[in-house]
Nanobody, 120 residues
Framework: QVLLVESGGGLVQAGGSLRLSCAAS????????MAWYRQAPGKSREQVAT??????????FIANSVKGRFTITRDNNKNAVYLQMNNLKPEDTAMYYC???????????WGQGTQVTVSS
């Protein structure tokens, strides 16, 4: 069983920054595709950023809605994935979830989420 624990959310003013962390159980972050999703009230869940596994190239993808402001990184030694969010906007307000996908054996895992609120 893979356990993902997010942290780093909070309340920030527009234009500010936050860094979300996702701590994973076991040494999976290099072997799985790791992603950040977000879901605002009344909206569907949106994929914000992904970094593929080492076997799949270790490539980062960023949604157009946050491109140039958000960055996803991975620390294999700490079994963690991060989402650096800069120049935050009120429309970035949402619950942010960490996701891990094991393409080799199948399976997808979710964290419990961390709330990000951006005030105008």
């Amino acid at each position: 069983q893979v356990l993902l624990v997010e942290s780093g959310g909070g309340l920030v003013q527009a234009g500010g920054s936050l860094r979300l962390s996702c701590a994973a159980s076991g040494s999976i972050v290099s072997m799985y595709d790791m992603a950040w999703y977000r879901q605002a009230p009344g909206k569907s869940r949106e994929q914000v950023a992904t970094i593929t596994s080492n076997n799949r190239g270790g490539t980062a993808f960023i949604a157009n809605s946050v491109k140039g402001r958000f960055t996803i990184t991975r620390d294999n030694n700490k079994n963690a994935v991060y989402l650096q969010m800069n120049n935050l906007k009120p429309e970035d307000t949402a619950m942010y979830y960490c996701n891990a996908v094991d393409h080799a054996r199948g399976g997808a895992y979710w964290g419990q989420g961390t709330q990000v609120t951006v005030s105008s």
